[in-house]
């Protein structure tokens, strides 16, 4: 395993802001800025971006085609519900398509589904492992397809008579799946299909657990899995700031928020929601779980709810226990997205030899007198010996 991670971040398709709960500063979401998220991450050095699905996210898809030729070599890790893409004849076509445009740039994020009450309101009435079930025979089916098989098949949730996909997908067999639920049945769909799978960020020895079981399972299939990992992020010079800024991030919680966001989580159906939800219980109280890892975000957020807080060099400690374990992906993100991205690069990257445009900081910055660095070094240097 390469010791430098591959480092995603993340698109907020729902909005963004600097305080958590908090509207009167929060940026609602545009294209325009999401575009900018997204130039500015590649910019960045960052390989890859996910975009989430759900009700509260603009269409993943659609935004995903709007990075297409504003984007060139960041990788676009886009989630999808398989209860709500219809036929896998059609989404086969979508796909090809969408990976076309990327120049196979296109990763998948299979999600099953976490909100049974969303579901139903978008017209899936599935439970939870029928979901999976749903998923395993969509993901075949796709799977046939994207390899120019013709396939007449009648399952428990697809019927499709002579299903062909004429277009094949510049990734070659087909953009890489990943995927992120914990629960068994989860744990069996991973080993079966998945070619990543990514969990919250939860302690240390949780996710070695998780680890440990899927690639058990794979292993049993006479597979291979990768894993990653998916955090906020909270990181300045020092700890202290870094702590600081977190409790700033919540700063505008109050408690009956917290909450109303505690019953909506505790009613997802997710094993991975109920894992996460369950290191704090919505107490602000109890949001150091581990060192430098702080649950704030989990007290109205779903999904991703857990920070790593702490100075550059606490992080990439944090990050590199994670890598021990197996994984050697993290999906990041942090409020709010645009700044935390530079930030997370110009302060982490170094530290970790990524390779980034900030690190490699070609310019001294300032103004009209800007020079190259190497030419500004030499000056330095010469500067230095006439002194001596
Ligand atoms: C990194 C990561 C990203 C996820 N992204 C989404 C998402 O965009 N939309 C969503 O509805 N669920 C998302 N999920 C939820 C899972 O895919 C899964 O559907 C859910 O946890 C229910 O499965 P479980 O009970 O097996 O945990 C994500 C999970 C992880 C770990």
Redesign the pocket.
């Known amino acids: 395993m390469s010791s430098i991670p591959n480092i995603f971040w993340f698109l907020p398709t729902g909005g963004d802001g600097r305080y958590l709960g908090r509207s009167k500063v929060a940026r609602p979401v545009s294209n325009a800025y999401l575009r900018q998220i997204a130039t500015t991450a590649e910019f960045l050095g960052y390989d890859g971006l996910?975009i989430?699905?759900?009700s509260g996210n603009l269409d993943p898809f659609l935004t995903a085609a709007t990075l297409a030729n504003v984007t060139h070599k960041i990788k676009l890790l886009l989630?999808l519900?398989p209860s709500a893409e219809g036929n896998p004849v059609v989404f086969a076509r979508k796909i090809a398509t969408l990976d076309e445009a990327l120049n196979g740039r296109l990763i998948l994020?299979?999600?099953?589904?976490?909100?049974s009450e969303e579901l139903k309101a978008e017209g899936v009435f599935l439970s939870?492992d029928e979901r999976y079930e749903l998923a395993d025979e969509f993901i075949d089916l796709w799977k046939r397809l994207t390899l120019g098989e013709t396939v007449t098949y009648k399952g428990k949730y697809f019927h499709v008579e002579n299903g062909r996909s004429l277009f094949s997908t510049v990734s070659d067999p087909h953009p890489p799946l990943y995927?992120?639920?914990?629960?068994p049945?989860?744990h069996e769909f991973a080993a079966k299909h998945i070619d990543a799978y990514?969990?919250?960020g939860e302690p240390p020895d949780q996710v070695a657990e998780k680890i440990r079981d899927v690639k058990a399972k794979a292993k049993a299939r006479g597979r291979e899995i990768r894993f990653g990992v998916?955090f906020q992020v909270i990181v300045r010079e020092t700890e202290e700031e870094a702590v600081k800024a977190a409790a700033s991030l919540i700063s505008h919680l109050d408690d009956h928020l917290i909450a109303q966001a505690q019953e909506h989580q505790r009613a997802s159906?997710?094993?991975?929601?109920s894992r996460i939800t369950a290191l704090h219980g919505g107490d602000r109280k109890k949001l150091w779980i581990a060192p430098n890892l702080w649950a704030g975000v989990g007290l109205v957020r779903g999904?991703?709810g857990t920070a790593l807080v702490g100075s550059p060099q606490q992080i990439v400690d944090r990050l590199r226990e994670y890598q021990a374990l197996g994984a050697d992906t993290f999906?990041l993100s942090g409020y709010p997205h645009l700044e935390e991205a530079a930030r997370f690069a110009e302060l982490v990257f170094p530290l970790l030899g990524k390779e980034s445009f900030v690190a490699e900081g070609n310019v001294i910055t300032g103004g009209a007198f800007d020079v190259p660095i190497t030419r500004a070094n030499r000056q330095a240097a010469t500067l230095l010996k006439k002194a001596a």
């Open positions: 996910l989430p699905t759900g989630a519900r994020n299979v999600v099953p589904g976490a909100w939870h995927f992120g639920g914990s629960s049945i989860a990514l969990t919250w998916r159906d997710s094993v991975g929601q999904g991703a999906v």
